[in-house]
């Protein structure tokens, strides 16, 4: 049975079903675009995420078939970002809802469909995994509206495609293809667009399936090698790899391989 969470703004819904969760954004007549309220509820969903019983995964979307993400609000450009101090605090919000994402314990899977664009790009690169439709737009126009990019977004870009593709991408502010942003690393996958959804969430109820203890302790480890935002330090890591093997996880792991069945794990 699916489970409505309580979310700070209607542009922003939660849902639970068994463990997956879904943190949809529904802004449809901007093609979900991202206001500031929206910014800052962001980080507060994904902890209410982090603390809900059961759930092993977050899937971030649109809601129903409408585009990911086409970035900012650009209405607020004359209101909230209008001055540098305003711009700052735009920006802070930006780089709050990505470190949410990218420091989540769980793993984050970001469903993409017809446009990914500026912050929404920053929203699906902070996410661990990235599937996209085909006939996706994705872009980072940031240079045709004159606005600086949060460095630790900067960074996840970098990451994913590398220094000169990064520059590429910024310094042109031309829009890629689906296809051009497989190659790139931008996405894993490509599929048709009406196989997306199923994918994405046989996808994460695999992931869901595994031990968390272990994707966890790997999620951290990851960011730590890569110097990115969920990194940690060397102690933080060993106390997550101890804890898998001490757990009843790995106690389970085993008696399953040996027995040729299934594994259930329990996140203890």
């Known amino acids: ?13 939660l849902a639970v079903d068994g463990p997956v969760a879904t943190l949809a954004i529904a802004n449809a007549e901007k093609r979900n675009a991202l206001d500031f309220a929206m910014w800052e509820a ?3 969903l994904v902890r209410t995420v982090e603390a809900t019983e059961g759930v092993r995964v977050l899937v971030l979307r649109g809601a129903g078939d409408t585009p990911f993400a086409s970035g900012a609000d650009i209405a607020e450009f004359e209101t909230v ?10 920006e802070a919000a930006n780089e709050a809802a990505f470190a949410a994402l990218a420091a989540c314990r769980l793993p984050v899977i970001a469903m993409i469909r017809r446009f990914c664009l500026g912050g929404g790009m920053g929203l699906a690169l902070a996410c661990d995994l990235r ?4 006939g996706t737009l994705f872009g980072i126009p940031a240079a045709r509206l004159g606005v600086g990019y949060p460095p630790a977004a900067m ?19 031309r829009r890629v293809d689906a296809a051009e942003a497989r190659t790139l690393g931008l996405v894993q996958r490509v599929v048709a667009d009406p196989a997306l959804e199923k994918e994405v969430y046989a996808l994460a109820r695999t ?3 595994n031990a968390p203890l272990t994707i966890r302790a790997a999620k951290r480890a990851i960011a ?6 969920g990194a940690t330090d060397a102690a933080e890591l060993a106390a997550l790899a101890d804890a898998c093997f001490d757990s009843a996880d790995y106690a389970e792991g085993r008696a399953a391989f040996l027995a040729r069945r299934e594994p ?3 996140g203890a």
């Open 131 to 134: 599937l996209a439709a085909e």
């Open 224 to 229: 730590t090698a890569a110097a990115l935002p």
């Open 264 to 266: 259930v794990f329990r």
């Open 42 to 44: 962001l980080p507060a």
């Open 1 to 13: 049975m699916v489970a409505t969470l309580p979310s700070p703004t209607p542009r922003l819904t």
């Open 81 to 90: 970002r209008a001055s540098a101090a305003g711009g700052r605090a735009y």
């Open 155 to 173: 960074s996840m870009i970098v990451a994913a495609v590398g220094v000169a593709a990064a520059k590429d991408l910024f310094f042109t502010a």
């Open 207 to 209: 992931i869901a399936a």
